[in-house]
């Protein structure tokens, strides 16, 4: 199904891609931890016992819950395609905060996140002083806390230091000013319209960063530039671009990408 | 809730109540929108949310918009009074100055499904 998709060329860049990077890890999203596979089985298991409506009214051709599927087994060139999008995102963390040498001399990076897959990487970064996290108030923080922070595999980490945030409290302005790095999925930016998503940005330090992935609808941004102000995320996309005390670049790789500086 | 930080190991920082509330907050925006009562919100059905957002908005909402300007601009679709009005019928403590500028159906049934879902999942973490 990738294939039909994204094209086996890209299939084949992002294979090329994992091979031709040294993340510090083996595999960086699958292979580093088997405590991955135990929590999208515990996720897969969870939605079952709630019971989600996976009609087609209901759901549309939302790929929000079929991907734990997908990421429990992955199969053909889903892994590197999996591979590429979780380092998309994780690779301005690395390139921004201070290194492990430096914890405890340097202050930790401040980081606004939800989280999707956890990834040792990060977990490693909240114990070792480089990053202070702090996680959106939301289902991915329950799975997190519930399935993998709670897992017997995470006891190697020792305790585990981060805080949580609520929709709300962004939204009435308690984290403006606050992080350096903000990471949002494109289902952060759904909305009636772009309050929130200026919110996260106004949560920014003045040279701070925000990062959001998958912002192409799969591939959908990019078919057609006569056309592209129907995308579903083109709104949000223009509204970032539009901030004039943010430098703003859309990366088009086939998930999508935006990366925007605060300067202001 | 203010935010909060993890002050001893294992303890945990999911609010169910406050995620739950979020996105009640958003699908009672969609109800008034298509002329539901958000007050009904724990018996209607996401099927009568879909099939109300599919009358009030024809999928080619764009279409107008295109043939006025090749790029919207940032005014509103819906018309400001009707969503007024339709505050009447619940309290909005987050969304009072709210607006809505939607540019697509598209864009409102992935809120709908969205916010229909993660409700169901937050009520379901709160044990209620």
Redesign the interface.
Known sequence: MSDEIFGNSWAEKASVAQRLSRTGTEGFFYAESEGNQDYFQQVIAHHL?????KRA????D?F??ARYEVFENPQDSWAEMLYLAAASIHIWEELVKPLPSEAGTRVPLEVLTHDEVPLDKRTQSMVDGTCNY??L???D??RL??FYF?AEYCEKFG???????????I??G??DGRFDLVKLNC?HV??????MLGKYMDSLKCGGIIVINEMSGVTKLYDDGLRV??S?Y??AARYVASREDFITYHIPYQLGLIVARRIA | ??????QV??E?????E??L??YEL?LS??ML?VGLDPLLIDSVE??TI?EGIMSVFAYDT?KYLEAVSP??DDSEVLPEAKYDAAHQFVEFP?LAA???????Q??????A??A???R???K??AGL
């Open positions: 016992r709630a019971n989600i409506d009214i209901a759901t549309g939302d929000e819950f702090t996680f108030n939301e289902t923080l329950f806390e519930e709670n305790d585990i230091p981060y805080s949580a945030i609520d929709f709300q409290d939204l009435a308690e984290a289902r759904i909305s009636t319209n772009t309050k102000h129907q579903l083109y709104d | 809730m203010s935010s909060r930080t993890k190991a294992g945990r920082l999911y609010s169910a406050a995620e509330e979020w958003e925006k969609v929108i996401i099927d879909i764009r790029e919207p987050y709210d607006k809505i500028n939607l540019k697509s598209n864009q409102l049934l992935m809120v499904r969205r229909w879902r993660y169901h999942l937050a379901y973490q």
